[in-house]
């Protein structure tokens, strides 16, 4: 999974740099607190993060990131005496063979989560099947 937090730029321009940093660390450690043992969960840039979730076909997969979504959906953000309102992110799905390099797949799943965006955010899509991207349905 790909995972990006909605309207970063505008919530870090309304709120500050602190605020940010704040949300930043939220929603890392709601990702981690939510996989499970033996997922990795990893910052991949600005506001953009990674979870691998080895062992998951595409049905379960698409199934967590759905429950994330809603689990950040949900959650409150207070920081310095402030409710800074709800918070929504964006997820893209792939499903790779241990044949697959791993960029293949983040690419894939990066993919999916810019049609997730331009669907309207808040959303969660996944990778189309290709070859290099061997999406297994089985759940």
Do not use: C
Request: glycine share 8%; no cysteine.
């Amino acid at each position: 999974m790909v995972v990006d937090i909605d309207h970063f730029k505008r919530f870090n321009d309304e709120h500050g740099h602190a605020a940010g940093d704040f949300v930043l660390q939220s929603v890392a450690t709601a990702l981690k607190r939510q996989i499970r043992q033996g997922d990795h969960a990893f910052r991949y840039g600005g506001e953009e993060f990674v979870l691998l979730l080895p062992d998951l076909d595409i049905k379960p997969a698409t199934e967590r990131a759905e429950m994330l979504r809603e689990h950040i959906a949900g959650m409150p953000l207070d920081f310095d005496g402030r409710d800074l309102g709800t918070l929504t992110i964006s997820v893209g799905v792939a499903s790779a063979s241990t044949q697959g390099r791993l960029q293949d797949l983040i690419d894939s799943a990066d993919t999916a989560l810019y049609a997730a965006k331009h669907a309207g955010r808040n959303r969660v899509a996944i990778a189309p099947e290709t070859p290099e991207n061997p999406v297994s349905r089985t759940g």
